[in-house]
């Protein structure tokens, strides 16, 4: 099996990518693979925000689908500096598990990992 | 470990080049062998005498000079250099390979990792 990382540099309901990440990294989870960790950079800050509220009630929520990830273990990490340059720079608004870590987490990410897949503009 | 980092896009339009320079650093801080390749108009951050002074920002091209000094190797693409109508007198005074792109799928398929930019 597997160990999976995953990189995204665009924010919520924008493009597919927070919904590829979500649903690659649950059905590589689902088939026995590890998944090591998402990080995000950019506007993927924004995916962590636990503010996040669909208005349409069948709505998925990408916030709650990420939290869910870090329940089953994989680690979420954001960037600090872009979280600043967003306004968003307090731990208080990241879902649970999620945590703000400079960019050699995606070096440590590439150095550990078998695939590492890149989502972005 | 040899990663290498495509960058793609023009300068100051979007955040890529900033962000991709950020985290191509991040890499070589960590000693890992990290290689940058400007391709298509990726290769306009190798222009000399930028000032986009007027629209808020630092010129990019003082950033990148800081990747030889980490160790970080730069490739241009001639052939986008060629197709945009920049000769090698307009380019910052700065260490790089010039590759073709037969040479760019040589460096790709060689390396663990490619992030594109």
Redesign the interface.
């Known amino acids: 099996m597997g160990k999976l990382a995953i990189?995204i540099?665009s924010g919520p309901y924008s493009l597919q990518n927070s919904d590829t990440v979500y649903q690659l990294a649950k059905t590589a989870l689902d088939k026995g693979h590890e998944v090591i960790g998402i990080y995000e950079?950019?506007d993927g800050v924004y995916n962590f925000n636990k503010n996040i509220t669909p208005l349409a009630e069948e709505d998925r929520n990408i916030a709650k689908q990420l939290e869910e990830l870090a329940k089953l273990g994989v680690k979420l990490k954001a960037c600090p500096?872009?979280a600043s340059y967003r306004g968003v720079q307090s731990e208080d608004l990241l879902v649970e598990g999620a945590t703000y870590e400079?960019?050699?987490a995606?070096?440590d990410l590439?150095?550990e990992c078998d695939r590492?897949v890149?989502l972005?503009? | 470990m040899k990663v290498i980092f495509l960058f793609r896009k023009a300068p100051y339009g979007s955040v890529n080049d900033v962000e991709g320079f950020r985290l191509c650093t991040a890499f070589a801080a960590m000693e890992i062998d990290t290689n940058a390749i400007f391709i298509d108009d990726g290769v306009f951050v190798a222009l000399r005498g930028q000032d986009p002074k007027g629209i808020g920002l630092p010129p990019i091209d003082a950033a990148y000079k800081k990747l030889v000094s980490l160790n970080v190797k730069l490739y241009i693409l001639e052939e986008a250099l060629k197709e945009r109508g920049i000769s090698k007198e307009n380019l910052i005074d700065i260490e790089y390979k010039l590759i073709n792109r037969s040479e760019l799928a040589k460096l790709i398929s060689e390396s663990d990792f490619t992030l594109s930019f």
């Open positions: 990189y540099t950079q950019v500096v872009c400079g960019l050699g995606v070096a590439v150095l590492f890149s972005g503009y």
